[in-house]
């Protein structure tokens, strides 16, 4: 079972930038694909971005354009270069790792402890 830390969450200006890193140990990493998620309080978690081993990506339509998923199979490391960031953007984001077998099974793969992201004027 891989484990997962996240960093890089903070204090942002709305229009400014941050990039979360997870990093990822424990197991071979290229066999997972990678999500970010987030929660802001009061809302159920949302998928944000997701990244296959193979580097395709997929964004909610909220962050499309503004939000880059990305990955380094060597490093074992995700990121989410988040761009225009917006209030409505605060929440604590998660990284999240699942295998072929999670994604069919329905089942929740591994998740880490989570970077809070907040966006003020």
């Known amino acids: 079972q891989v484990e997962l830390a996240e960093s890089g969450g903070g204090l942002v200006q709305p229009g400014g930038s941050l990039r979360l890193s997870c990093a990822a140990w424990?197991?071979?990493?290229?066999?997972?694909?990678m999500y970010w998620y987030r929660q802001a309080p009061g809302k159920q978690r949302e998928l944000v971005a997701s990244i296959t081993s193979g580097y395709s990506t997929n964004y909610a339509d909220s962050v499309k354009g503004r939000f880059t998923i990305s990955r380094d199979n060597i490093k074992n490391m995700v990121y989410l270069q988040m761009n225009s960031l917006k209030p409505e953007d605060t929440a604590l984001y998660y990284c999240n790792a699942k295998t072929f077998d999670d994604i069919r099974q329905s089942t929740s793969g591994s998740w880490g402890q989570g970077t809070q992201v907040t966006v003020f004027s």
């Open positions: 424990g197991s071979t990493f290229s066999m997972y694909v």
